[in-house]
Nanobody, 115 residues
């Protein structure tokens, strides 16, 4: 059974940083594009960043230059380094494979940016 376990969220002041981790129990993890998503209260889940098996990354315009996605295939883990956090980054963050091959969602990790 595929499982994603996200961690590393918390409460941070504006301008602060967090590093999220997502441990995936997923066969052939190293072959797949992986993504970080977020869902803010009352809003739809949105794609934040993706990383290919060759470590090529893409970002939503809203996080470009502030967030960095990376992966460790040996640990089957994908990371999201978040810098210069702003209140609008407040959301539950999830990892998954991008559609159309998305898998069951994990619990996510809450990120709250507030002074």
């Amino acid at each position: 059974q595929v499982q994603f376990v996200e961690s590393g969220g918390g409460l941070v002041q504006p301008g602060g940083s967090l590093r999220l981790s997502c441990a995936a129990s997923l066969s052939l993890f190293r072959l797949y594009v992986m993504g970080w998503y977020r869902q803010a209260p009352g809003k739809q889940r949105e794609l934040v960043a993706t990383i290919t098996r060759d470590d090529s990354a893409n970002y939503a315009d809203s996080v470009k230059g502030r967030f960095a996605i990376s992966r460790d295939n040996a640990k089957q883990t994908v990371y999201l380094q978040m810098n210069s956090l702003q209140p609008e980054d407040t959301a539950v963050y999830y990892c998954n494979r991008p559609p159309p091959t998305s898998l069951p969602w994990g619990q996510g990790t809450q990120v709250t940016v507030s002074s």
